[in-house]
């Protein structure tokens, strides 16, 4: 134990030696989170965090494991378990790292993640069977593999997804850390009893730093990192100390990591019912509705703190427990899990009715309603097409609106040929809320009109829809008298055909 307590204290020195270190290297690099969207602080923050947390974890675990006798003893033949779960951490790190400093795309990422969890695999990190009640020994054979990265992947990505607040996701993996710690001194696992000790006293020290009000983020270095440690290491403690995993000890890492799991599979389901990629970004975790039933920053973090605790004892009392201890524990944490989605839900149609409510009062919305009609008469007034469309660029300055973009026949596909942006925007961002419009009746439209803004809502409230629309329909019909190429040649014949008719004597 009294090694345990080294390992922590020594973590959580580094910690709060390196996080400012950190801190400063990213503002240099410009790792930097911006606010808007469904981002919910009000102030440029610093990323790259996850990098203080790794260095702080590593040292002690491999320093104690090598300069420290009695772990010496102890981990005799499990250095290639320790170096996996060091290397391996390093390796996601690094790929959260250049995500954070220059973007990556999601399948790149994807395919990193699938990579390391490959390479875990490949060093004795596997699933080969599950024993459950009444059933038997469930053999994975050739799903093995599959299973195995499934899970490290998925539990990387949930830690990624719950960091969407100051300290969420260091602390609700502080509770799923301290569960496993608990768990393997009982059982005498030393290696996760180690590493969890460590890994508790990174998460300790980088709090300083990371709680409401945030002075750095973790960033996906961090998320990434502290998700495939949680993996494997769940996999060392049950696992691979026996040749087939029993069903309690599989559901002893969900339970400790019951939040972030919850919101990933909660967040996918609501994706597919709305018909929208699973991968999506949007403001719709348990955190953003907890912030949207009226909860302050810091309770809506200290109520999923408590949620992971009650979590964390019922993972104990299952691991621990006989097995009537085991059904009344599963019958506590499901009663808290229902508790949880019927607070949730209880509320939904109070936050629906609330949120209708502001999008008739949307500052937003209200802008449109003044400027539009001006940029109608500005367009009646317009004797030719570059005029009319520069009056539609007029939304960049008069309204928040970030970017207006034509999108006509012959360019490359999504690339504008006409673009219009406020002072300072990034038109790439994307977080932006877009809308796309037809110039013309839609099935016969060749160009179309695209708005993006930055918008701290799911979605745009219907009245936008609408005064766009108008707003595009108008400069359709001063187009069609012009003749302007953005209309199909059908229509501009038309029109120059019934320009001729009145034109003739008589």
Same mark, same amino acid.
């Given at each position: 134990m009294k090694s345990y307590v080294v390992a922590c204290l020594i973590s959580l020195f580094l910690s709060v030696l390196v996080t400012p270190l950190v801190r400063r290297f990213a503002l240099r690099v410009g790792a930097v989170s911006t606010p808007g969207g469904r981002h919910v602080h009000g102030r440029a923050i610093p990323r790259l965090g996850g990098i203080g947390l790794a260095f702080a974890w590593a040292v002690p675990v491999v320093a104690l494991a090598m300069r420290d006798p009695m772990m010496a003893r102890a981990l005799n033949g499990r250095w290639l378990q320790i170096m996996t779960v060091v290397g391996g951490g390093a390796a996601i790190c690094t790929v959260g790292a250049l995500d954070d400093v220059r973007g990556l795309r999601s399948q790149?990422? =994807? &395919?990193?993640?699938?990579m390391v969890a490959c390479f875990a695999f490949v060093c004795g990190f596997q699933i080969q069977a599950i024993q459950l009640p009444l059933f038997g020994t469930l053999q994975m054979g050739a799903f093995a593999l599959p299973v195995t990265v499934v899970w490290i992947v998925g539990v990387t990505n949930a830690v990624?997804?719950?960091?969407?607040?100051?300290? =969420? &996701?260091a602390g609700v993996t502080f509770f799923a850390a301290f569960t496993s710690f608990v768990i393997a001194s009982i059982s005498g696992s030393v290696f996760v009893a180690l590493t969890m000790a460590a890994l508790m006293g990174a998460l300790i020290g980088f709090l300083f730093f990371n709680f409401n009000p945030a002075r750095i983020f973790m960033g996906d270095s961090g998320s990434y990192f502290l998700g495939f440690v949680l993996a494997t290491t769940a996999l060392a403690s049950g696992g691979l100390q026996q040749k087939a995993a029993t069903a309690v000890s599989l559901l002893v890492p969900v339970l400790a990591l019951g939040v972030p799991i919850f919101d990933t599979l909660f967040s996918m389901f609501r994706r597919l019912v709305e018909r929208r990629p699973i991968f999506s970004a949007d403001r719709g975790h348990v955190h953003h509705r907890l912030?949207?039933?009226?909860?302050t920053h810091r309770r809506a973090v200290i109520f999923l703190y408590g949620i992971s605790s009650l979590l964390a004892a019922g993972a104990i009392a299952v691991s621990l427990g006989r097995s009537w201890h085991v059904g009344l524990a599963l019958l506590s944490v499901s009663l808290v899990f229902v508790g949880f989605v019927r607070f949730l839900g209880y509320f939904e149609y109070l936050h629906f009715r609330k949120r209708q409510r502001a999008r008739l009062r949307d500052p937003f919305t209200e802008n449109l309603r003044?400027?539009?009609p001006r940029l109608i008469v500005s367009l009646s007034k317009e004797s030719g097409e570059a005029g009319a469309l520069n009056v539609l660029g007029r939304l960049t300055t008069e309204t928040t609106i970030s970017c207006v973009e034509v999108l006509a026949p012959g360019e490359a596909a999504g690339q504008p040929s006409r673009c219009w942006s406020a002072v300072g925007a990034d038109c790439a961002m994307r977080d932006l809320v877009e809308m796309v419009f037809p110039i013309g009746p839609e099935s016969n439209a060749i160009a179309?009109?695209?708005?993006?803004?930055?918008?701290?809502?799911?979605?745009?409230?219907?009245?936008v829809d609408v005064l766009l629309q108008i707003l595009v329909d108008e400069l359709y019909g001063v187009l069609l008298a012009f003749g302007s190429n953005l209309l199909p040649v059908q229509e501009r014949t038309e029109t120059e055909m019934t320009v001729a008719r009145v034109a003739l004597p008589g």
């Open positions: 790149y990422k =994807l &395919a990193a993640q699938v990624n997804l719950i960091d969407g607040l100051d300290g =969420l &996701a912030l949207d039933l009226g909860l003044r400027v539009i179309s009109l695209r708005f993006r803004w930055s918008c701290d809502m799911e979605d745009p409230a219907p009245q």
